[in-house]
């Protein structure tokens, strides 16, 4: 009997060192099964240059993670698993000490298992931003071949400018936004209605993505009269891919669409920016990349 307690410590060790792990695992799949909402993305999105390679290393880094992983936890694991082999069941004994340690692994185990698992929907955001963002691009390319120039991620003042399309008779900002749809399923599902003040999903409203559009048209305007000295008109534009937009009002002060819709952007209305003016305009959005 007593040659089992050296083992079954060994085990314990390793079940409390392992515990904060499997917390976040379930934790992780719980979130995930409770919330059912679906990718508003539908179109499969091209690739970018250099994509495949991207993924390649973004692998290989994951690869090397896990080894570095290894190779801090190994020692500790091996040591512990060592000295509790040279425990008898008569030296051992579970005291204060041993009651404080094994507070603080909890402790330090909760702590790291809720920090994780908000990184990992940060991250999520993230990547579903990147998506949308990139789907938004693929739709804009289109507006080349129509004389359009058009420009993504730019950097301003502490934050970016997903897209600038410099049309023919006007300058459009676009900032998209990942909305991601409900589990049910039908046409009122992916629908989001206008009405020229806020965006009405289904099941919530929001008001703030169409403030920030606002302020980040103001901002481009700004930035443009100070480098060419001329006033141009740069209209505020929301990209919602994967949603059916509706807008019930006839002249919004934001143009909410889904961005299949851009072709718009292209028709100067019987407006032109004259050319010497569109290149000056297209020099000031490059100069910004070169903050960035």
Known sequence: MNALVPVLLVLVALAVGLLPVLFLV???WWQRRRDARRSPLTDELMHLPGE?????ADRLMDVADERMLIAVLI??????????????????HFGITEAVLLALVLIVGVWATWSASKVLRARRKYLEGRAAERATAQALASLVSKGCAVYHDIPADKFNLDHVVVGPGAVFMIETKSRRKPATRGKASVAVKFNGEALEFP???????LEQARAQTRWLSDLLYRKTGERVPV?????????????SVPSPNVHVI?????????DGKGKQI???QRRR???AIEECYSRG
């Open 26 to 28: 379930s934790w992780v």
């Open 52 to 56: 495949q390679a991207q993924r390649e």
């Open 75 to 92: 020692g500790p694991m091996i040591l512990a698993a060592w000295s509790l082999q040279k425990l008898g069941a008569r030296s051992f």
């Open 203 to 209: 099941g919530w409203r929001e008001t703030k993505m």
């Open 235 to 247: 209209e505020p534009v929301l990209a919602l891919p994967g949603w059916y937009v509706t807008c």
């Open 258 to 266: 889904n961005p299949k819709m851009c072709h718009f952007m292209a």
């Open 274 to 276: 004259p050319e010497p």
């Open 281 to 283: 305009i297209m020099t």
